[in-house]
């Protein structure tokens, strides 16, 4: 008689457990709620990137961008563009947004489009700075790594410069007297370059291909590319012009 009474305890605990108490159901939608109000705060910070803000300073009018949210701080991240950067919580946010009718006046004066050539390289100086995004000078001097890179850099040619012949690309590239600046993403993907030739005695390059990916091209790799080449070549190559 004691075994059947706990079997039917047992029966009765486990009947228990598949039918959530009042508690449990009161957790679990509180929880619903709660994780429902998190996404909802994430979705409109999200939203608020890349909207334009204005500040006052010395009676001027300085235009801004958002760039994204900061966790940490709770604050939003703006860049102006007199290229300074701050942040700015969600009520100063709120209050300095840009009316349509400033919009339209800042992309009939042109000041949208420099806003967003300082965004660019602001990205562009983050990634550098956080090494997803390098730089490097290479010629063919025998190791695998920059010989693969070459090779890469010869293969991105070749598809942006279809009616070139590829053995004349090749040539030029792997050529013992030409050198290459490169756009490497992840220290691994090259992206985009520039195969040159020096004539140090005669102070000036020339640049026999040039070439980067659509998707980069698009973020201004090839201006950065291109002012990494120039500064290289008047400090560490003497030259003061570049022949196209």
């Not at 300074?84 to 006046?105: F, G």
């Not at 102070?203 to 698009?218: D, P, R, S, T």
């Not at 201004?220 to 590319?225: K, P, V």
């Amino acid at each position: 008689m004691l075994e059947l009474e706990k079997l039917k305890n047992r029966r009765k605990e486990k009947e228990d457990k598949k039918h959530p108490t009042e508690l449990d159901q009161f957790i679990a939608v509180w929880f619903l709620q709660e994780v429902s109000i998190v996404e909802k705060v994430k979705r409109e910070n999200e939203d608020m990137a890349g909207r334009y803000v204005f500040k006052m300073f010395c009676g001027e009018r300085i235009i801004g961008s958002v760039t994204g949210y900061d966790n940490e701080t709770s604050k939003f991240k703006i860049v102006y563009e007199d290229c300074n950067n701050d942040l700015i919580d969600k009520e100063i946010l709120l209050r300095t947004l840009a009316p349509p009718t400033l919009v339209d006046w800042m992309f009939d004066s042109q000041r949208i489009p420099r806003i967003l050539c300082i965004l660019q390289q602001k990205v562009l100086d983050d990634e550098e700075q956080e090494g997803r995004l390098g730089f490097v000078f290479i010629e063919n001097d025998g190791v695998d790594e920059h010989m693969i890179w070459l090779i890469e850099l010869e293969n991105l040619f070749s598809r942006h410069l279809p009616h070139v012949p590829k053995e004349y690309i090749v040539r030029r590239v792997l050529d013992l007297n030409n050198k290459s600046v490169m756009v490497i993403r992840r220290n691994q993907d090259v992206v985009g370059g520039i195969t040159y030739r020096p004539f140090l005695s005669q102070g000036f390059m020339e640049i026999a291909f040039c070439a980067v990916m659509a998707n980069e091209l698009i973020k201004g790799c090839e201006t950065r590319l291109m002012n990494h080449l120039k500064q290289h070549a008047r400090d560490m190559e003497g030259v003061t012009h570049l022949l196209t």
